[in-house]
């Protein structure tokens, strides 16, 4: 499962999954403040999981 780390411009974390599915999807995935992380279009589809910052672990 392909992954990558986006930086927000509000400064938040997110790590990216991508995940093969069985049609194609078209979406936007968001930060919690709003900003759009990705967009996509195909055989696949994106989750989201924050990495926490160093003092919040």
């Known amino acids: 499962m ?3 780390l986006v930086t927000c411009e509000c400064s938040l974390i997110w790590r990216l999954h991508r995940l093969k599915t069985s ?19 195909g055989p ?8 926490p910052e160093p003092k919040e672990k």
């Open 23 to 41: 049609m194609r999807d078209e979406a936007t995935l968001r930060c919690s403040c709003g900003r759009e992380l990705i967009t996509w279009s």
């Open 44 to 51: 696949y589809m994106y989750v989201k999981e924050r990495v």
């Open 2 to 4: 392909p992954e990558n």
